[in-house]
C-alpha cells in the first residue's frame, strides 16, 4: 500500500497530461531547465573572468504615480 506500481504513475501522468496539456508541460520544463542553469552558473567559482560573459540587457520597469526614485549613497 505505500509503494505505487508502474501503472498507478502512468494514471498519474496521463491524467496530468490531461490536465495541463504537453505545451505548458514542455513550456515549465524549459523554465525549469533554466533555472538550474542559472543557478549552477551562479555557484561556480568566480575565477573566470566576468568580461567573457556579455552583459544582460537591462529590464524595462513600469513606475506609476506611486513611485519613489532613490537614490543611495555611502556615508563617508
Request: glycine fraction near 12%; hydrophobic fraction near 45%; avoid cysteine.
Amino acid at each position: 500500500m505505500g509503494s505505487f506500481s508502474i501503472w498507478h504513475w502512468l494514471i498519474v501522468l496521463l491524467i496530468v497530461i490531461m490536465v495541463f496539456g504537453t505545451k505548458k508541460l514542455r513550456n515549465l520544463g524549459g523554465d525549469l531547465g533554466g533555472a538550474v542553469k542559472g543557478f549552477k552558473d551562479g555557484m561556480k567559482d568566480g575565477s573566470a573572468p566576468a568580461e567573457d560573459k556579455p552583459a544582460a540587457p537591462a529590464a524595462a520597469v513600469s513606475a506609476d504615480k506611486n513611485t519613489i526614485d532613490v537614490e543611495v549613497k555611502n556615508k563617508s
